[in-house]
């Protein structure tokens, strides 16, 4: 039988205090790199969670909603001061869709990086479920 998390998003109001969460629930006590490649490794099966299972993320309209279009601006933001200069055209349009309301969000990122490790996603065989609660 797989296992079984969950993650409650009213603990969720970044995408930092995902990754808190996600250490939480999911690895406990252990380091991680706490970014998004980090985080679709950890759902490759890093960190002991190679056997697959079911994550259910509680609380998800009020995440869908912390994690919208404001943090996805942040986020992007944030990149945009570290990224290299050829980048920077492509991450400012980001910026300026996501200040529009327009374009996929954190959440939105999370959700999908999280389906493409489950059933029809290109990782599938890692054998991810997710439910939206």
């Given at each position: 039988?797989?296992?079984?998390?969950?993650?409650?998003?009213?603990?969720?109001?970044?995408?930092?205090?995902?990754?808190?969460?996600?250490?939480r629930v999911l690895?406990?006590?252990?380091?991680?790199?706490?970014?998004?490649?980090?985080?679709?490794?950890?759902?490759?099966?890093?960190?002991?969670?190679?056997?697959?299972?079911?994550?259910?993320?509680?609380?998800?309209?009020?995440?869908?909603?912390?994690?919208?279009y404001q943090e996805?601006?942040?986020?992007?933001?944030?990149?945009?001061?570290?990224?290299?200069?050829?980048?920077?055209?492509?991450?400012?349009?980001?910026i300026a869709d996501?200040?529009?309301?327009?374009?996929?969000?954190?959440?939105?990122?999370?959700?999908?990086?999280?389906?493409?490790?489950?059933?029809?996603?290109?990782?599938?065989?890692?054998?991810?479920?997710?439910?939206?609660?």
């Amino acid at each position: 039988m797989k296992s079984k998390y969950t993650i409650d998003g009213t603990r969720i109001h970044s995408l930092e205090t995902f990754y808190d969460e996600i250490s939480r629930v999911l690895i406990p006590n252990q380091r991680w790199g706490r970014n998004l490649d980090a985080f679709n490794d950890i759902l490759r099966g890093g960190f002991g969670t190679s056997e697959g299972f079911t994550l259910t993320w509680s609380n998800a309209a009020e995440s869908r909603a912390r994690l919208g279009y404001q943090e996805t601006a942040r986020q992007l933001e944030l990149r945009l001061a570290q990224c290299h200069p050829d980048n920077r055209g492509q991450l400012s349009q980001e910026i300026a869709d996501a200040h529009a309301g327009i374009g996929p969000t954190v959440f939105d990122w999370l959700v999908g990086i999280i389906r493409n490790h489950g059933p029809g996603g290109d990782e599938a065989e890692d054998g991810i479920r997710l439910v939206l609660d």
